[in-house]
């Protein structure tokens, strides 16, 4: 690797943690950092704050003030956009700018720019490096690469167990399996991710807000998979359902008075086809797709994440394993439903990563999709 190999990737670590500055508020637009370099100096930086404002390189621009940006070098962790979208392509910005150089982390897959952005630049005569911390720009932009491609939101399936793989004891006690950092994790992705959804026993169960409260955030919308419409009225959830956006999904055999008095209540109704008597999954998660929700977060319970790995919709698993033996033939355990009968059947998960968390252990990885 050559000095200025090292160089880019420093200034491109430096573009990633502008980026990550807008988690949890660019949905469903991705994060974005822009760096710029001129002499060896870092001159202005930005990133994208939130969806429908200003892309990550026009707020280095707007950093930039009045400081000639003529033949610098500016960081991208995305390609520069070539299209008109809610904001004039950037591209056109950086070529007017008179930039020298552009440095690239991840091209961008949105079929509007899927390398146009680059070569636009390119025929203008500015030297473009690509592909510089490309999988660390593809990773935190995991969702946005999936939803941009196929318009269908990208399901994690969150869980926390025992070290022999309980969920809650025999008696159904389960506050709290996780230590508290994991638990803290967890509002992040909370903050992170559009959407949280749960099954309809997990509300008849816990009466959970499923809100982001352990840090500072938003909080997600919140979907509950309810086939029968079973849920009561007085539910936390139905209760704030007109401060905290409520979906609540039901089959086309659902009681049409519970129907309206939960609209009353100011919870969204979505009507989606059935599939063996229950909400057929998929279709709920294209219908998701296409109300701009890019990212679920799946919390459970057993029910709903056995039909949802049987569906296929889920892309990323995040377990949390607490240090601790529960026992008993009646707890229950994450993922329930009549499971799998041979191995070779099993939900492979690939790209494995296994780290420490205050007293847990966390393992995360992807379904592979077919
Ligand atoms: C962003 N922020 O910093 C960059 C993006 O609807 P628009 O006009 O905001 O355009 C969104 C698209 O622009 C997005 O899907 C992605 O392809 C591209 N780049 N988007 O929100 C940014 N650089
Ligand atoms: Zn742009």
């Known amino acids: ?33 822009a760096v710029i370099v001129k002499e060896g100096k870092v001159i202005a930086k930005g990133y994208h704050h939130c969806c429908g404002q200003g892309h990550a390189e026009v707020e280095a ?32 910005k950086i070529i007017e700018k008179k930039i020298g150089r552009v440095v690239v982390g991840a091209l961008d897959p949105n079929p509007l720019v899927a ?16 592909g510089v911390l490309a999988e660390e720009s593809i990773k935190l932009n995991e969702i946005f690469m999936k939803y941009i491609v196929n318009k269908e939101p990208f399901v994690l399936y969150k869980s926390a167990m025992s070290l022999d793989g309980k ?20 509002h992040e992705l909370r903050h992170q991710y559009m959407a949280i959804m749960v099954g309809s026993q997990t509300v008849l169960d816990d009466d959970p807000m499923l809100n982001c409260r ?20 007085t539910a936390r959830l139905v209760k704030t359902a007109r401060d905290i956006r409520t979906i609540v999904a039901c089959t086309p055999r659902a009681d049409e008075k519970k129907i309206r008095d939960l609209q009353n209540a100011g919870v969204e109704i979505l009507i989606i086809e059935e599939k063996d008597g229950h909400v057929d999954l998929k279709k709920l998660t294209e219908e998701l797709g296409r109300m701009q929700i890019d990212s679920i977060l799946l919390e459970g319970g057993a029910t709903l994440a056995a039909a949802a790995f049987e ?17 008993g033939n009646a707890a229950r355990t994450p993922v329930g ?20 968390i205050g007293n847990d252990i966390c393992i995360t990885g992807y379904i592979r999709q077919e």
Request: aromatic residues 6%.
């Open 311 to 327: 569906s296929g919709i889920i892309d990323k698993v995040q377990m949390y394993i607490a240090p601790m033996i529960i026992g």
């Open 167 to 186: 969920i809650a004891t025999s008696t159904g006690e389960s506050q709290w399996i996780s230590c508290e950092a994991s638990r803290r994790e967890v």
């Open 115 to 130: 390398g146009r952005g680059i070569e636009k630049i390119r025929n203008a005569g500015i030297e473009v490096k690509t």
């Open 214 to 233: 352990l840090i500072e955030g938003k909080d997600p919308i919140r979907v509950v998979v309810d086939s029968a419409l079973r849920i009561p009225m």
């Open 1 to 33: 690797m050559t000095d200025r190999d090292q160089e880019d990737r420093q200034y491109m670590q430096m573009a990633l943690d502008m980026a990550k500055l807008g988690r949890g508020y660019t949905n469903p637009n991705p994060m974005v950092g």
């Open 61 to 92: 621009f707007k950093d930039a003030g009045d400081q000639d940006v003529t033949g610098a070098t500016i960081y991208v962790t995305l390609e520069p956009c070539s299209h008109y979208g809610k904001t004039p392509p950037c591209a056109d």
């Open 337 to 356: 439903g009549n499971g799998i009968e041979h191995l070779t059947d099993a939900w492979q998960l690939t790209g494995i990563t296994a780290r420490n």
